[in-house]
């Protein structure tokens, strides 16, 4: 988000948005941080989540909707290549606690405080040299921008060029909107 009388066009890309920002960006959860909700969340430099009601998880596979790329790999550097497996390929939701111990999440903190925890954090990052903290994201983006070059690939092409055509997408599509699990047991492994 930013301030009124901002200038700054909008990103095509919000992950890239977020590596992009030469400012900290934190991200403050208080319900569910699901699919692009937990991209958004796991790109963001700091995240601060509330203990009672944050939930974190990918449901691509679980309702046929893949990602790739980018958005998939960089959660390999937040919480190490099996964790993330896990989490992308197993589709299991994680409670603030759960997060904060695989280290998914910065801070987790009862609802009643979770606004002033972000704004100590905001205060304490206030206080830091605004050009350190420019190097500081530009640098850790070095890290980075190998993932984003492997994002221009047609992955669903390449890999599964039938995910469409075959009623496989259709069949977790559907499946989420009639609220039952998905069978996914005709298609080839």
Not at 11 to 36: F, L, Q, S, T, W
Not at 100 to 117: F, Q, R, S
């Amino acid at each position: 988000m930013q301030r009124e009388g901002a200038t700054a066009p909008a990103p095509d890309d919000p992950h890239e948005g977020i590596e992009d920002c030469m400012k900290p960006v934190i991200a403050r959860v208080n319900g569910y941080a699901v699919g692009g909700g937990n991209h958004l969340a796991y790109f963001a430099d700091f995240t601060i989540a509330c203990e009672e009601h944050a939930q974190f998880a990918q449901v691509g596979p679980r309702v046929g909707s893949p990602a790739a790329g980018h958005a998939v790999a960089y959660l390999t550097h937040v919480v190490g290549a099996k964790k993330a497996k896990e989490i992308w390929m197993l589709c299991r939701r994680y409670r603030a606690q759960a997060a904060l111990a695989m280290g998914l999440i910065n801070a987790a903190v009862p609802h009643d405080k979770l606004d002033d925890e972000v704004d100590r954090w905001c205060a304490e990052l206030m206080q830091r040299s605004p050009g350190c903290l420019k190097i500081l994201k530009a640098s850790f983006r070095t890290v980075y921008q190998p993932l984003r070059e492997a994002s221009r690939r047609d992955w669903v092409q390449e890999f599964a060029p039938d995910l469409y055509r075959s009623g496989e997408a259709d069949e977790g599509k559907n499946a989420f909107l009639e609220r039952r699990e998905p069978d996914f047991s005709r298609f080839p492994r």
